[in-house]
């Protein structure tokens, strides 16, 4: 029987009905039961267009990606309204995750083909300019600042090139070793800024990357509680669906 944590969690899922490429929503069932097997309450709430949510209440953030069409709809509704808050709570230590056009999003800005500069949130001091071919495939990284040895797999999908300043500290989430990662040419995959983190690995990326999802519900605890100790799992099957994309590809 798994005893309850005292400490519960609150985690917002933004635009879940627009932003879902590529079952995208995996990563907040991994973190529904990344806490249930530790006994740790997590409620998640959804916010879409028109909703309002105060970031001060939250203690993570999903923000998923979608295409083109998806982004169009919500932008207006996330620079005027969420987006403002999401970044101020952020440069607050708040955790978030986002994933490809929510990465995106929350850069600078993004240049299009005809050199049209469309205005991000600037949480992450990074800017993306439209290539004109996609990066596709799997992706192996490895990403140290999670554990010795520890490295991320995903697929990726984009034709955006995504370029990272040096403002505040900010790196990449990891280092490519097969795949494209942010633009195809430094290796750099994704960006860590405080405790906000950018990326373009779909899959969803956290079932197959399991020290990723406690990252963040560690850093969440922490934050909200002063600790944020996790009790160890055993993650076997995510551990071998994990290693065997790594097998697979990084050796290509």
Same mark, same amino acid.
């Given at each position: ?44 709430? $959804? =916010? ?11 203690d993570l953030v999903f923000m998923g990606g979608g295409s083109d069409r998806e982004q169009t709809l919500l932008f207006r509704d996330f620079q005027q309204h969420k987006g403002?808050?999401? =970044? !101020? ?18 850069? $600078? ?17 990074a800017w993306t300019e439209a290539g004109s071919t996609r990066l596709i495939g799997n992706v192996v990284a490895e990403a140290p600042f999670l554990g010795e040895g520890v ?25 490519? =070793? ?10 750099? !995959? ?32 922490? $934050? ?20 065997? =994309?790594?097998? $697979?590809?990084?050796?290509?």
């Amino acid at each position: 029987m798994v005893q309850t944590d005292l400490r519960a969690l609150r985690l917002v899922h933004l635009y879940p009905d627009l932003l879902n490429l590529y079952g995208d929503r995996g990563n907040i069932i991994t973190l529904l039961r990344r806490c249930e097997w530790r006994g740790i309450p997590l409620a998640v709430e $959804r =916010v879409s267009l028109n909703d309002r949510f105060a970031f001060a209440d939250a203690d993570l953030v999903f923000m998923g990606g979608g295409s083109d069409r998806e982004q169009t709809l919500l932008f207006r509704d996330f620079q005027q309204h969420k987006g403002p808050a999401l =970044v !101020e709570a952020a440069e607050a230590g708040l955790p978030l995750l986002s994933v490809c056009g929510g990465y995106q999003l929350l850069g $600078r800005y993004y240049r299009t083909h005809t050199g049209e500069e469309m205005p991000g949130l600037g949480l992450f001091d990074a800017w993306t300019e439209a290539g004109s071919t996609r990066l596709i495939g799997n992706v192996v990284a490895e990403a140290p600042f999670l554990g010795e040895g520890v490295g991320l797999v995903g697929f990726e999908n984009h034709s955006g090139r995504t370029f990272l300043g040096d403002r505040g500290g900010i790196r990449p989430l990891a280092q490519v =070793v097969a795949g494209h990662g942010n633009n195809g040419k430094d290796k750099g !995959e994704g960006a860590v800024y405080k405790n906000a983190i950018g990326t373009y690995l779909h899959g969803p990326v956290l079932p197959k990357n399991p020290a990723l999802a406690d990252w963040l519900l560690a850093r969440a605890l922490e $934050r909200r509680y002063g600790d944020g100790s996790l009790t160890p799992l055993a993650d076997h099957w995510e551990r071998t669906a994990h290693d065997s =994309v790594a097998r $697979r590809f990084a050796s290509r």
